[in-house]
């Protein structure tokens, strides 16, 4: 059976999933943020195989999320966070919270996070970058974006070829996140 290409979707959160959407590559993004930078301390701490680690690690390098680096000359090589790979973590964050919220149970977080700034132990919170209030699904109305697809202006490498993301109904009305659009089909224009 041959694995969809959600690369080649329309949708930022099926592209996002093609980078991290297997269950072991965000476990590798935490260990080498929290400082876990090599082959064996990232095998030691999550028990993967050695083919499987190796696998998402070459594909987080491709994506641009690691960056390898030589530590010595047999040669052996330690994975640091890119730009992206630390914008992804802003990405685990929230899905602490989440995790934090729904499953921690009577035992509470497994870790706390000491905000720099100021601090405190907090978590994240999102916020809307223009105004600063707070922004959750809720507080959202979706609109086609330049990259939609079947978007008239949109260019070539954005959307040809890209499936949209499926809807949850039929026909064409609003989705359940107010004002987004969705085709006759079902399909969401795009996210």
């Not at 935490?30 to 998402?56: A, M, P």
């Not at 601090?119 to 699904?137: K, N, T």
């Amino acid at each position: 059976m041959q694995r969809t290409d959600f690369s080649k979707m329309a949708c930022s959160i099926a592209r996002t999933l093609d980078v991290i959407g297997e269950p072991w590559s965000p476990l590798i993004l935490r260990d080498v943020w929290v400082g876990l930078t090599r082959f064996e301390q990232l095998q030691g701490d999550l028990g993967i195989s050695r083919k499987v680690l190796t696998e998402r690690l070459n594909h987080l390098v491709e994506q641009g999320v690691l960056e390898r680096r030589p530590y010595d000359r047999r040669p052996r090589y330690e994975y640091v966070l890119t730009e992206k790979g630390t914008e992804l973590v802003d990405l685990l964050m929230v899905m602490v919270g989440w995790g934090d919220k729904w499953l921690a149970g009577a035992a509470g977080p497994p870790v706390l996070y000491r905000h720099r700034a100021c601090g405190e132990i907090s978590s994240v919170d999102l916020s809307c970058a223009q105004c600063g209030e707070p922004m959750h699904a809720n507080d959202i109305d979706l609109l086609p974006g330049p990259g939609a697809a079947g978007r008239p202006n949109a260019s070539p490498s954005s959307s040809e070829g890209r499936a949209p993301c499926p809807a949850n109904d039929d026909g064409h009305r609003k989705s359940r996140a107010r004002g987004f659009p969705e085709r006759a089909s079902g399909a969401r224009v795009g996210w």
